[in-house]
Nanobody
Framework: QIQLVEFGGGSVQAGDSLRLSCEAS????????MGWFRQGPVKAHEFLAD???????TVVDSVKGRFTISRDNAKNTINLQMNNLKPEDSADYYC??????????????WGQGTQVTVSS
């Protein structure tokens, strides 16, 4: 029902910034929330941030202050601005969506991921 595509990954040096974007298509009216996760060598999966349909956004404490999430309802897009990147931020970053019609609500719609590599 939903297709998610991530953009913006790449290889950068420590201290640099990257902006990730996720575009949703298909039945986007079914989306309750969209968020960002990452999978790296240290943590198999880690929730980072999300925004729900009412515009309430959350960023986990571990990256708060460096990462900022934003949304554009008209374009069905969420963004993750990542500043002051560290080598431990190296991971595959995934966009995910939760549907308001699925109970219990969970992130079960996933993009293909975009790789971020941060060198020291």
């Amino acid at each position: 029902q939903i297709q998610l595509v991530e953009f913006g990954g790449g290889s950068v040096q420590a201290g640099d910034s990257l902006r990730l974007s996720c575009e949703a298509s298909g039945r986007t009216s079914d989306i309750y929330s969209m968020g960002w996760f990452r999978q790296g060598p240290v943590k198999a999966h880690e929730f980072l941030a999300d925004c729900n349909e009412r515009g309430v956004c959350t960023v986990v404490d571990s990256v708060k202050g460096r990462f900022t999430i934003s949304r554009d309802n008209a374009k069905n897009t969420i963004n993750l601005q990542m500043n002051n990147l560290k080598p431990e931020d190296s991971a595959d970053y995934y966009c995910a969506a939760a549907l308001r019609t699925v109970i219990p609500r969970r992130y079960d719609q996933w993009g293909q991921g975009t790789q971020v590599t941060v060198s020291s």
